[in-house]
């Protein structure tokens, strides 16, 4: 990619809230991943979230956070240059990598609900997603991404059904190798997991205005969701 196309990228995630860039990563290290991936959480993890939340906000998902745990293989992808350029592309010059958390979808959860990663009253304050996938997402698997474009310019997520359906959401299937940008004031979320498991790495980012725990109050249709104090505080 040239200085212009990490240009062209940001221009488009600015307009539209998210950027889809299919067959971004090595198929290889894809795979290396994915087995590591597997290896730490076998076919059927334990939900790490108390009951509460995932009654309420519906993401059926088992978060991994590998770097924390002394996992140096994420830090291959974390560390790949045109990753960082089309981040400083996206969020200026003065941008901090936040962690790198790996999810993962049990076969029948109902994926999540749609949420914002972090409140949108302050435009200054968000972070971005940088979603890597190291497996096929499919029709007859499920877990398809759902995202409302420029969703991210439209303030909080209103009050409504937790899986409805908009006329001008998008539905994006990535692929191994794929990678989703995505500001966390955009609306999204995930389909329901029919078959097998499904599994996202989010190497989330921030600018160097946000605050490090810009993403610890996560934004649901129903309430928001403070994850350091385990509670509903809106």
């Not at 996992?71 to 969020?91: K, M, T």
């Not at 959860?109 to 749609?114: D, E, K, L």
Request: glycine share 6%.
């Amino acid at each position: 990619m040239t200085a212009n196309d990490y240009k062209a990228v940001a221009k488009t995630f600015w307009k539209q809230g998210y950027v889809v860039i299919d067959d971004f990563f090595d198929e290889n290290l894809m795979s290396t991943s994915q087995s590591i991936i597997m290896s730490h959480f076998g076919e059927s993890p334990a939900y790490a979230h108390d009951e509460q939340f995932i009654q309420l906000s519906k993401a059926e998902v088992v978060p991994w956070f590998p770097q924390r745990e002394g996992e140096h293989h994420f830090d291959i992808i974390e560390q790949d240059p045109r990753l960082i350029a089309l981040s400083e592309a996206i969020l200026g010059a003065s941008w901090y990598s936040q962690y790198c958390m790996v999810m993962f979808s049990k076969q029948g959860s109902v994926g999540q609900a749609w949420h914002q990663d972090c409140p949108p009253e302050d435009a200054t304050q968000y972070n971005l997603n940088r979603l890597v996938y190291t497996k096929d997402i499919n029709d007859g698997d499920g877990g398809e991404v759902y995202i409302r474009p420029h969703s991210h310019l439209n303030g909080a997520l209103s009050k409504g059904p937790l899986f409805e359906d908009f006329e001008d959401q998008v539905v994006v299937l990535p692929k191994k190798g794929s990678l989703i940008l995505l500001h966390g004031h955009c609306w999204h979320r995930i389909g329901e997991q029919k078959r097998n498991s499904r599994i996202s790495t989010n190497y989330r980012a921030a600018p160097q205005s946000a605050a490090a725990d810009i993403t610890d109050i996560c934004v649901y249709r129903n309430m928001r969701y403070q994850f350091s104090k385990a509670k509903v505080v809106g």
